[in-house]
């Protein structure tokens, strides 16, 4: 037979998942299966995968100048994380201390403001370094796609300096830029709702030649069904599409939002109702979980008046991800990176949480950090998977079984990150600047 060139292939994976599935993504029973290819391997050609099998049948087919012996390692497709905040200003953490301890009074927004002040007096060459230190972590990590949202800025010369930024990030991680200007309400407008909306709604022309989507948080902390179905429909009106922080802190229809506007995808879900899960899953919404925050958030309702917002009884965390799988979602896994609800980088501690907090296999972890994750930003045709056409976005694994990379917990168990077929981190470490950029 006659050997056909590649770039690269990768062989002897103790196992190798493709975590392959239908570009719509990975719903009900399907979520559970995950096939696994012991001996492993597969063959990039031009940044994309070739083929994957078995190490017998890919070698008797391809030759390569770089081959990867993955002997004694799981081989999975990087990461997509589709939910940060990830340009920021400061840190929270002794608002945490304060949460934790319940010592002080902590602000109900959970000291989003705070963010947002700091956010507005850093210096754009301190959020960039900040952004791109935190980018290098996540791709160590095994992160290779990223989105990225506005939301510390809030009013519109400060989102649109946030956008430029992200813009301007030119990373190997390729980040999706998201317009959030329905974060929460800024300060001072306390008595001129439908002004801050208005002015929203009239910066989203600009915003739309700088971002992908815009996002809109609909809960009873932030805005209204109302407010959120107008900002969103048009920004819609304008070609973006729409993501949703939907009923994280009490239900406000957000799941029903989401669903009307077509949202690419609805994020947190705590308080949704099954109306609002089914209504997402017809309308092939994704359901971002969001374990970190589950995580960092439990049990912490503010010591503020006002704090009866969160019904008394907080929903039994199992049920957050067996709800959204029983109503036909496809559902995924995210961080939301940012410094106050989640601050944490890593989609594998997000695998590692959702095992713990939401009681999910890990299969069903799997496919929502892959393809799934990969459909809530509308690119589970390009990658999210370990199939032929796809980016090689690769990831070699310190551990042998996709099991025990959930099992295990604490560690950085990403020993290799291949992106677009380039070997970009190595034994756990970046092997280059990572700037040196795939980031169009
Ligand atoms: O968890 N509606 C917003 N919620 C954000 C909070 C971010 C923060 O605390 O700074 C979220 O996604
Ligand atoms: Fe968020």
Redesign the pocket.
């Known amino acids: 037979m006659e050997m056909r060139n590649a770039q690269m292939l990768v062989v002897h994976a103790a196992e190798l998942i493709p975590c392959a599935g239908p570009v719509q993504g990975i719903r009900a029973a399907a979520l559970d299966r995950l096939e696994a290819i012991a001996d492993g391997a597969l063959a990039i050609v031009d940044g994309r995968i070739a083929e994957v099998g078995t190490s017998a049948s890919i070698l008797s087919r391809y030759e390569a100048p770089e081959v990867i012996d993955a002997t004694g390692c799981l081989v999975s497709p990087a990461f997509v994380d589709s ?1 940060s ?1 990830l340009l920021h200003g400061g840190t929270r953490h002794e608002e945490y201390d304060a949460k934790v301890t319940g010592r002080r009074e902590v602000p109900l927004d ?3 403001r705070y ?1 947002v002040r700091k956010t507005r007096e850093a210096s754009d060459e301190a959020l960039l370094a900040r952004a791109r230190a935190d980018l290098d972590a996540m791709l160590v990590h095994g992160t290779a796609t990223l989105e990225a949202k506005t939301g510390y800025g809030l009013e519109r010369e400060q989102e649109m300096r946030l956008l430029r930024l992200t813009a301007g990030l030119r990373h190997t991680v390729q980040v999706v830029p998201t317009y959030l200007p329905l ?2 309400l800024p300060d001072g407008y306390g008595d001129r709702r439908a002004e801050y909306i208005a002015e929203a709604i009239a910066a989203l022309p600009q915003a739309a030649r700088l971002a992908v989507y815009c996002d809109v ?1 609909c ?1 009873p902390l ?1 805005f209204t069904f109302e407010e959120c179905l107008e900002v969103g429909e048009a920004a819609r009106a304008l070609g973006m599409r729409i993501r949703v ?1 939907a009923d ?1 802190n009490g239900d406000g229809s957000g799941a029903l939002l989401a669903a009307r506007l077509r949202a690419s995808a609805a994020d ?1 879900l705590d308080y949704a109702n099954d109306a609002g899960l089914r209504a997402m899953a017809e309308a092939g919404t994704v359901a971002t979980l969001l374990p970190g ?1 589950t995580l960092h958030m439990c049990e912490m309702t503010p010591r503020v008046a006002g704090a009866a917002l969160r019904p008394a009884e907080k929903p039994f965390m199992p049920l957050l991800a067996r709800r959204a799988i029983d109503a036909g979602a496809v559902v995924s896994l995210s961080t ?1 990176y ?5 601050p944490t980088p890593s989609m594998q501690m997000v695998m590692q949480l959702a095992a713990r907090l939401y009681r999910l296999s890990y299969a069903q972890i799997w496919n929502m950090c892959t393809l799934n994750a990969a459909r809530a930003l509308d690119l589970s045709h390009d990658r999210g998977s370990l199939e032929p056409g796809k980016r090689a976005d690769v990831l070699l694994w310190s551990v042998p079984t996709h099991g025990l990379a959930i099992n295990r917990f604490g560690v950085n168990q990403v020993d290799t990150v291949i992106v677009e077929g380039r070997v970009v981190v190595r034994e756990g470490r970046l092997l280059s600047s990572s700037t040196v950029g795939v980031n169009r």
Do not use: A, L, M, R
Request: proline residues 5%; contains cysteine.
């Open positions: 939910h905040h959970g000291g989003i963010t974060h929460v948080s809960d932030c922080h994280q947190h925050v939301d940012n410094p106050g609800s989640c």
